[in-house]
């Protein structure tokens, strides 16, 4: 991790009025949220992934699909936001505009406090059945099953699943909030999963400056104004001590 690219990171930032940051599961990943792929340890490695997130999977094993859930639901009540939700968080009241658009479905930018949330794949905490979202409320954890609405249907998670369309109007706000930004912060995502990882690219043809706070070098990170190669719980902290100096 370079200081001296941090230190222009925050500069850059504090020129901006209009902020957006995406986030993937690497900032999740330091709260101890195993990614999907590493969540399916035990009884669940014996599955593909489509068997446990797809409509078919869900159609064909909805008890299966819906434990799978349930697991991960449950393992939330373990684990906090980390340094990089908080710090990601306290940005929000720094510009005029600021949103975080995120593919994690784990909800753990809102419980840092973030306000300005765009959940592009959904979020494990939330449930729909034919016609309409159900909150965490109505669904207890720890079902067998996924409960029967009155309307006759099957009550889902309200994730996006393989092969499935991102909600139009989610994806809506998201492009717009990309090409509308003057410094897009990408944080902690492997930039390859569609169409989320063209957002930075939008964002970039429409002039902003993008930062990319990554492990690993990315597909993004050629086309990145700045790239601090460091876990985004430890890159957060220095960034925002820098911020608030400049
Ligand atoms: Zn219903």
Same mark, same amino acid.
């Given at each position: 991790m370079?200081e001296?690219?941090i230190e222009?990171a925050a500069? $850059?930032?504090?020129?901006?009025?209009?902020?957006?940051? $995406?986030?993937?599961?690497?900032?999740?990943? !330091?709260?101890?949220?195993?990614?999907?792929?590493? #969540?399916? @340890?035990?009884?669940?490695?014996?599955?593909?992934?489509?068997?446990?997130?797809?409509?078919?999977?869900?159609?064909?094993?909805?008890? &299966?699909?819906?434990?799978?859930?349930?697991?991960?639901?449950?393992?939330?009540?373990? +684990?906090?936001?980390?340094?990089?939700?908080?710090a990601?968080?306290? %940005? *929000?009241? *720094?510009?005029?505009?600021?949103?975080?658009? @995120?593919?994690?479905? =784990?909800?753990?930018?809102?419980?840092?406090?973030?306000?300005?949330?765009?959940?592009?794949?959904?979020?494990? @905490?939330?449930?729909?059945?034919?016609?309409?979202?159900?909150?965490?409320?109505?669904?207890?954890?720890? $079902?067998?099953?996924?409960?029967?609405?009155?309307?006759?249907?099957?009550?889902?998670?309200?994730? +996006?699943?393989?092969?499935?369309?991102? =909600?139009?109007?989610?994806?809506?706000?998201?492009?717009? @909030? /990309?090409?509308?930004? !003057?410094?897009? &912060?990408?944080?902690?995502?492997? #930039? $390859?999963?569609?169409?989320? /990882?063209? %957002?930075?690219? =939008? /964002?970039?043809?429409?002039?902003?400056?993008?930062?990319?706070?990554?492990? *690993?070098?990315?597909? &993004?990170?050629?086309? #990145? =104004? &700045?790239?601090i190669?460091a876990? #985004? /719980?430890i890159a957060f902290p220095l960034l925002m001590q820098y911020f608030?100096?400049?």
């Amino acid at each position: 991790m370079n200081e001296i690219d941090i230190e222009k990171a925050a500069a $850059l930032m504090r020129s901006a009025s209009n902020m957006a940051v $995406l986030t993937g599961a690497g900032v999740s990943k !330091e709260s101890g949220i195993p990614t999907f792929r590493d #969540a399916q @340890t035990g009884l669940w490695a014996k599955y593909d992934p489509q068997q446990l997130a797809s409509p078919e999977g869900f159609k064909n094993n909805p008890e &299966l699909v819906w434990q799978w859930y349930d697991m991960r639901r449950q393992n939330l009540a373990n +684990v906090q936001p980390n340094a990089a939700h908080i710090a990601i968080s306290a %940005l *929000e009241s *720094e510009f005029s505009e600021f949103a975080v658009l @995120t593919q994690n479905v =784990d909800g753990l930018h809102q419980r840092a406090g973030s306000k300005h949330v765009v959940e592009l794949h959904g979020n494990i @905490t939330t449930f729909y059945c034919f016609d309409r979202l159900h909150p965490a409320s109505e669904i207890p954890t720890g $079902l067998k099953q996924p409960p029967v609405c009155h309307c006759g249907s099957l009550i889902r998670p309200a994730v +996006v699943w393989f092969g499935e369309a991102l =909600d139009r109007s989610v994806w809506r706000s998201a492009s717009q @909030t /990309a090409i509308g930004c !003057e410094v897009m &912060l990408v944080v902690g995502t492997s #930039a $390859l999963v569609q169409p989320a /990882a063209s %957002l930075p690219f =939008d /964002a970039k043809q429409k002039g902003a400056k993008i930062i990319e706070i990554n492990p *690993e070098q990315t597909p &993004l990170t050629r086309r #990145a =104004d &700045l790239f601090i190669q460091a876990p #985004a /719980a430890i890159a957060f902290p220095l960034l925002m001590q820098y911020f608030r100096q400049s």
